[in-house]
């Protein structure tokens, strides 16, 4: 049996960032969706990437 390897979440970031920013008919792709579980907390600054 394969041993799985678990990655941490900044490390797929920085994979499909990798993968986005070499593939010249992805590099301007916009992605329109929904978030989920999005809640509005006061004095909070949000910052998406």
Do not use: C, F, H, W
């Not at 490390?11 to 992805?26: F, R, S």
């Not at 301007?28 to 990437?49: A, D, F």
């Amino acid at each position: 049996m394969e041993e799985q390897q678990v990655l941490g979440v900044t490390q797929v970031n920085e994979m499909v960032k990798t993968i986005l920013d070499g593939a010249p008919m992805l590099q301007k792709l916009l992605v329109r969706g929904e978030l989920s579980n999005y809640k509005m907390y006061p004095l909070v600054t949000i910052i998406l990437r």
